[in-house]
């Protein structure tokens, strides 16, 4: 559109981006919308934590939640009771208590009660092997792919960048609840019940501290111990350092399988274990992106009943190009060449309807029946699913 005051738009279109930004105040206050917010964990200076002890005033906080604004305590400031639980995406503890959660934010939303979920956790100080139980790290992407697809009705906040707002409440493990009265004091903190699997409690601990908090009378037990993956602080990280290096300096082997060795690694017979193959080459552009993936997938579940198996379709006179490769990708697992020339051969021995294009991967329960294969570059949430929710795995204890 073409005008004669061409200042006149831009002055118009300065009061139209900065209004929006307006954050409001007081009872009608609303959740900031999220300009765009890209986390970036940041190194945290090593200290001692302290949980805030009963009594004490609700710490204040700015953080950023997966539905794309931005919260503080002033946002829950019409309810009678506020009820912050430090949780996260990979803890098992935390996942067993995900549905329970959901139900107190249900049946107390009309109570006058708010429930919102933060996770403490900074991505620095996570292993790959802290992630046996979950299909999902404590990244704040991530964290949105949780609570969309668990249909949280309750705000999920990430505090991962710089653990400011969780060092003040000093939560111990996750999840650890915080529960605060009308004037915003601390009236309960500890577990949410006395037991993890899901359908053996109902959340009663909370449940008694929200309800005597609603009748203006002090919590029975105020304190309670609380048990779950500890919180992973952003210091963490020699560890996690040294974890890596001993995962770097693990022996790499390649060995050689002919089509009756390719039968009998997808009978799956000898080992007990969910076997994933992911059959590759050098020169596949794909598989080369994707193969590190599968790395991670053998840190993150290879303490439990799962391993991941390389097989590679390049010729066997490559050899040691194939070596070099899983070496340089740190392919501490079993890894296998076909040692024919004859790829049909390969094709045949596979199975499965696999007509011969690679990438191709496959997970099969002991004894061969396969519960998960696709051809072509892997979705790799898709597949942490299949794997963690399979009945030999499993969310939590």
């Not at 840190?299 to 391993?307: K, N, Q, S």
Request: charged fraction near 25%.
């Amino acid at each position: 559109m073409k005008t004669k005051y061409p200042f006149l738009l831009t002055i118009a279109a300065l009061f139209t981006t900065c209004n929006p930004a307006e954050k409001q105040t007081g009872d009608n206050a609303q959740p900031e919308k999220e300009a765009t917010f890209v986390a970036n964990p940041q190194p945290v200076p090593e200290q001692e934590v302290q949980t805030l002890e009963i009594g004490a005033p609700a710490p204040d906080f700015h953080l950023p939640g997966t539905d794309g604004k931005f919260y503080s305590l002033a946002d829950f400031g019409n309810a009678k009771a506020l009820a912050i639980v430090f949780t996260c995406n990979h803890c098992p503890t935390a996942q067993a208590y995900e549905e329970r959660l959901k139900s107190i934010a249900a049946d107390y939303q009309n109570k006058g009660v708010a429930l919102v979920a933060i996770s403490p956790n900074s991505p620095r100080g996570l292993l790959y092997e802290e992630l046996g139980y979950t299909d999902l790290n404590d990244d704040f992407d991530e964290m949105k792919i949780r609570a969309k697809a668990h249909n949280f009705n309750f705000p999920y906040l990430y505090d991962g960048d710089t653990e400011e707002a969780s060092l003040k409440y000093g939560p111990v493990a996750t999840p650890h609840v915080f529960l605060f009265d009308e004037g915003r004091k601390l009236a309960y903190t500890g577990r949410i019940d006395g037991s993890e699997k899901p359908g053996t409690a109902n959340a009663e601990d909370l449940r008694g501290a929200i309800d005597a908090v609603l009748a203006g009378q002090p919590v029975e037990t105020p304190v309670t111990k609380t048990f779950g993956c500890s919180t992973k602080w952003g210091w963490k990280v020699a560890y996690k350092e040294k974890v890596n290096k001993e995962w770097a300096e693990k022996p790499v082997s390649l060995a050689k399988l002919d089509e009756e060795g390719v039968k009998t690694l997808l009978k799956n017979e000898d080992s007990g274990k969910l076997r994933l193959v992911n059959i590759w080459a050098t020169w596949c552009g794909p598989c080369i992106l994707e193969f590190p993936e599968f790395i991670v997938l053998q840190r993150m579940y290879g303490a439990r009943d799962f391993e991941f198996v390389s097989l590679s379709a390049d010729n066997p006179e490559q050899e040691d190009k194939a070596l070099e490769f899983l070496q340089d990708k740190q392919a501490a697992c079993s890894n296998y060449l076909f040692s024919k020339d004859d790829k049909y051969a390969l094709i045949e021995a596979v199975g499965h309807e696999w007509n011969g294009a690679l990438p191709y991967s496959i997970l099969v329960e002991p004894g061969g029946r396969p519960v998960w294969k696709h051809q072509g570059e892997v979705d790799f949430y898709e597949l942490k699913r299949a794997i963690v929710e399979h009945e030999m795995m499993g969310r939590y204890y």
